[in-house]
C-alpha cells in the first residue's frame, strides 16, 4: 500500500537527520515509528510505577474480609 502524507518541513528535517544518523533509509525510520504506535510492545504498554506495586499496606489496617457481615445482600433483579 502506499501513502502520501505532507510533513511539516521541521519534521521533515528531523526525521532525514535521524535516519542519517541510525543510517537506515528514511521509509524504514518512518515504519519503525508507525509499528511502534500501532503494535505497542509490553514495554511500552502504561504499568503501574514500581512504588504502586511495592506497596504492603498498612500492618494494623483490618482485612476488607472483616467488613463482610455488615454488607447488605445483593438485591433480586427486577426482570419487568
Known sequence: MQITINLPPDLE?????????ANIPLQT??????RQVAQPTA????QW????LSYEGTS???????YRDELLPPREPELF
Open 13 to 21: 528535517k528531523d526525521l532525514i537527520r535521524q535516519a542519517s544518523q
Open 29 to 34: 525510520l518512518i515504519l519503525q515509528a508507525l
Open 49 to 52: 510505577p514500581e512504588i504502586v
Open 43 to 46: 514495554a511500552t504498554t502504561p
Open 60 to 66: 494494623d489496617f483490618p482485612a476488607f474480609e472483616s
